[in-house]
């Protein structure tokens, strides 16, 4: 089950990215259907949120299975990034995304379309995509 749920992790990054890009060009071009889409997006999100949620406390490298011998948190970059970059930067911008949608709701487009950019912003810089040095061994698409 834990690797089904790292794949599905993994997988809905891509799901969450191709939503994101679709909303902000909704965004940016006044298209009424952003209701549909930012709302499929907040749900991705908070999905990807409690999926996040049990990585970091029970998942192969969880907290509640300790730090290993020796290694020092904030001066081990692995460790850094899975327990306090990447769910800070996650979790900040699942938040954005929460707002976005309630502005894209009233159809307020510029203010959506700026808490997106924002969004995609954290989302970039908190993947642990393959050709960064903490992604390393992580592939494009795990499990297929
Ligand atoms: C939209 C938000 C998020 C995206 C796009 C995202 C993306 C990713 C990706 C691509 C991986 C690498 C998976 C692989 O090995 O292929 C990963 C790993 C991980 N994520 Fe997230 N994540 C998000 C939110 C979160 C949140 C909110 C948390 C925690 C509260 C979290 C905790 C983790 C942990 C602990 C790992 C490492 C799991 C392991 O290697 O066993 N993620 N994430």
């Known amino acids: 089950m834990e690797k089904g749920l790292l794949h599905l992790h993994s997988f809905l990054r891509w799901v969450i990215l191709i939503l994101l890009l679709v909303a902000l060009y909704q965004a940016f071009t006044k298209k009424e259907s952003i209701r549909k889409s930012s709302l499929w997006l907040m749900i991705a999100s908070h999905v990807m949120l409690l999926i996040g949620l049990y990585q970091l406390f029970w998942g192969r490298y969880g907290i509640t299975k300790g730090l290993p011998e020796n290694v020092q948190l904030m001066k081990d970059s692995f460790y850094r990034f899975f327990w306090v970059e990447h769910p ?14 309630g502005k894209a709701k009233v159809l307020n487009y510029k203010t959506t379309g700026w808490l997106l950019l924002v969004a995609l912003l954290f989302l970039l810089v908190a993947i642990p995509w393959p050709f960064r040095a903490v992604g390393s061994g992580r592939t ?3 499990g297929m």
């Open 88 to 101: 800070l930067l996650m979790v900040l911008a699942i938040g954005v995304i929460t707002v976005a949608r």
């Open 140 to 142: 494009w698409f795990p």
